[in-house]
Every structure is written in structure tokens, then in C-alpha cells.
């Protein structure tokens, strides 16, 4: 007898949006658009460029988080092209419209990804912008998503997750409590439900100011030397993100007290 192992939450996370991916993208062109999950990077995969187009979606509600999309400048602008009703036409790179054209897309995806994860997970809102950049945090989870239509080269997407958001696709492991008589069994009171809350709150968490970002070659980053200026992607009137496990909690303002940096809070993300 085989034996299939069962899918991991993030797997069937990936091919949720792989599957939706593949609808809108037929409805889109009106024919079949298939697209295929894998866990590993495949060699056809482009390799990482300046010329490509990152997309970060934040999760709010039952799934709280943030993902990353990454997207060759050979696969964003072909999939701008399909989505805006353009004729195939080689491209260097994406044009600014080509990549708000694929945040669009993207977006709509996101809206069949809540609808079908609802069952599963809960109701989830998903928010996503282009960055300028890959992501603050470090993957938890990656695929590799395919998008291929007969006569045409394949498209690729890398996707990645967040700790925060991995954990939260996975669910929580109860242990069966041991049985008791019924006489024994009783309801926890609020001032006990209070004290094992109460024991939470003296933890430690780290927490990161995101001032901005910025993508260096290998070579660039060998080049440093004191005195060396990177400019980030943000402007000086842009809020900093406060960042707890890769998702924003808030954003603010640096100030200076008694000779001390500190951090005016000016927005406090939904949920938090």
C-alpha cells in the first residue's frame, strides 16, 4: 500500500494561488493558462535582477503577514501585455503602466485567493504594492510558480512567506486533555484566564525601524568603505515601518529625546 504524505499548509497555500493564477490569466486570454507549483528553484528560473519587479502583499485578519512576489522583467512584461489587451511583443523590461498593470493583476488574483482560503483559514484581507526592492525579512517558505500557454514561453513568479504568515497557515496542535469525572471538570475564571495572560507580558519581543531599503550587487557591497552614502527608497518625509517578525505593526516618525533617538507612533496597522 503507498501512502501519499499529506500537504503541508504553505504547499497548498502556493497552489491556491497558483490554481487562481491560472483562472484569471484563461479569463484574461481567453484560452487555457496552466500554471504548475515548484518547491524547488528550478534552473529555467531567471536569476535575481535590478530589472525585476517586486510586489509585497500584507495580510490582515484570520492570516497575518506579509508575502513577496518576484517577477523577471522576461515574465512581468508579457503578463502586463495579456492583461492590458497589448499585442506579445519583445521587451527588455517593463514599463512603469506594465508594472502597475501586473500589481493589478496580482491584486485581482488576491481577491479569488481570499475567496477560496476562506473555508480553510478564515476571513482574510490582503494588501499589496509594488517595493522597490525584495523584502525586509527573510523566507520561511518559497515556490516557484509556471504560467504556460500552448506556443509561448513559460512565465515565472518566485513567491515567498514570512515567518509570521508560515505560522499562521499551519494549525494550532491541541493535545487531548486526560479525562475527568464530570464533578471535577469546571470553567476557568476570568482572573485565571488573567493571570496566564499576565505571564505573556513580561516577554521580550525585538522589534525593527525600517527606515527604507535597498538592493546592492555583491560587487557594490565589496566597495563600502566609511564614508560611503546608500540612498534608500524612501523619501525624508516618509513614515518609518515598525516591523515585529517581518509584519508592520505601525509607522512613525524618529525624534530625538534628551540626546536619545525615539519613535513617535502616527499609525497603528489594523489588527494590532
Known amino acids: 500500500m503507498t501512502i501519499t504524505p499529506a500537504v503541508s499548509p504553505p504547499a497548498q497555500f502556493f497552489q491556491i494561488w497558483s490554481d487562481n493564477l491560472s483562472q484569471a490569466l484563461a479569463q484574461i486570454g481567453s484560452k487555457p493558462f496552466p500554471c504548475s507549483v515548484f518547491q524547488e528553484a528550478p534552473s529555467e528560473m531567471p536569476a535575481s535582477s535590478s530589472t525585476d519587479l517586486w510586489v509585497i502583499a500584507n495580510f490582515s485578519g484570520a492570516l497575518r503577514g506579509e508575502m513577496s512576489f518576484r517577477l523577471p522583467a522576461a515574465s512581468a512584461a508579457p503578463l502586463a501585455q495579456l492583461f492590458m489587451g497589448e499585442a506579445p511583443a519583445p521587451a527588455a523590461g517593463a514599463t512603469g503602466e506594465q508594472r502597475e498593470a501586473v500589481v493589478e493583476l496580482l491584486r485581482q488574483v488576491g481577491g479569488l485567493v481570499s ?109 563600502l568603505t566609511p564614508g560611503s552614502v546608500i540612498e534608500l527608497d524612501r523619501e525624508v518625509q516618509d513614515p518609518v515601518d515598525v516591523l515585529l517578525d517581518g509584519r508592520i505593526i505601525a509607522r512613525g516618525e524618529v525624534v530625538v529625546l534628551d540626546g536619545h533617538y525615539g519613535f513617535r507612533v502616527t499609525e497603528v496597522a489594523p489588527g494590532s
Open 115 to 223: 475567496t477560496a482560503i476562506k473555508e480553510v483559514w478564515g476571513e482574510t484581507q490582503l494588501h499589496l504594492e509594488a517595493s522597490a526592492s525584495g523584502p525586509s525579512w527573510p523566507a520561511s517558505s518559497s515556490a516557484w510558480v509556471r504560467a504556460e500557454k500552448e506556443n509561448a514561453t513559460p512565465l515565472w513568479i518566485e513567491l515567498h512567506l514570512s515567518a509570521a504568515l508560515a505560522a499562521a497557515l499551519r494549525p494550532e496542535r491541541t493535545e487531548p486533555a486526560p479525562h475527568k469525572p464530570a464533578a471535577a471538570l469546571a470553567t476557568p475564571s476570568p482572573e485565571t484566564e488573567n493571570a496566564k495572560l499576565d505571564l505573556l507580558m513580561d516577554i521580550e519581543l525585538g522589534v525593527v525601524l525600517r527606515f527604507g531599503a535597498r538592493r546592492l550587487l555583491l560587487r557594490e557591497v565589496v566597495e
